[in-house]
């Protein structure tokens, strides 16, 4: 079946800090990737999403590129602010996904960025 | 305001007993959908309706009932409790085939 691996549990940085989550998937076909966050008591929010090779998704100076290649979408921002401080969820859906609103999401990284 | 209003945001149950689960959608949406999130695991899709009919169930057991009265509502029933079934529990909507969700706060189960 599909899945999603992100391979940070945690990370910690400092404001100002280049940040980098790496996300890497596993589905057949061509599954549309996301990139959801949830801060404390809220439920998960879209950041974005891509459906084709090379498109790069952006929101708030967060971006991730869909590599189909590599089967990756890292995030990437270049200068994290102590408000991004969250937890990070890297999902995909497949074609069936799309239809019935079923999102495989990865394990989530905690983000903690310090003043 | 909340445009996803999930009742109760905490509940405490005892083993063997049932509590239903509020979801009230305020978007417009015409899809809604369960997610369950435990302890140490990955947000899990468990149940998705439209116009209020089951499109998807990936829930194997039959003690979760989804049940929706109103077409901005879907409730989820969970009889007979676990301790494994305490859990966060997201409800969630969409336009149907966009896959673009919005989810509620949440509501945490917890079954001693």
């Known amino acids: 079946g599909d899945s999603v691996t992100q391979t940070e549990g945690q990370v910690a940085l400092s404001e100002e800090d280049f940040l980098t989550i790496h996300c890497n998937y596993s589905a057949s076909g061509y599954p549309t990737l996301f990139w959801y966050v949830q801060y404390p008591g809220e439920g998960p929010q879209l950041l974005f999403r891509?459906?084709?090779?090379?498109e790069k998704g952006s929101s708030r100076g967060f971006e991730a590129t869909y590599d189909k290649g590599t089967t990756s979408f890292h995030l990437r921002k270049a200068s994290v602010q102590e408000s991004d401080s969250a937890v990070y969820y890297c999902?995909?859906?497949?074609?069936?996904?799309?239809?019935?609103?079923?999102?495989?999401f990865g394990h989530g990284t905690i983000l903690r960025v310090h003043p | 305001d909340p445009k996803i209003i999930q009742k109760p945001k905490y509940l405490v149950a005892v083993t063997g007993s049932e509590k239903i689960l509020i979801c009230e959608q305020y978007l417009g949406h015409n899809a809604m959908y369960w997610y369950r999130q435990s302890a140490k695991k990955p947000l899990e899709f468990m149940f998705s309706?439209?116009?209020?009919?089951?499109?998807d169930n990936q829930t194997a057991s039959s003690r979760f009932q989804p049940q929706s009265s109103k077409k901005n509502h879907l409730d989820l029933q969970i009889t007979a409790l676990k301790p494994d079934d305490s859990a966060t529990y997201f409800c969630?909507?969409?336009?149907?085939?966009?896959?673009?969700?919005?989810f509620g706060e949440g509501s945490k189960l917890t079954v001693l």
């Open positions: 999902a995909l859906s497949d074609k069936a996904g799309a239809n019935t609103g079923k999102l495989t």
């Open positions: 309706y439209s116009y209020q009919k089951l499109m």
């Open positions: 969630a909507s969409s336009q149907v085939n966009t896959g673009q969700l919005y």
């Open positions: 891509a459906s084709r090779d090379k």
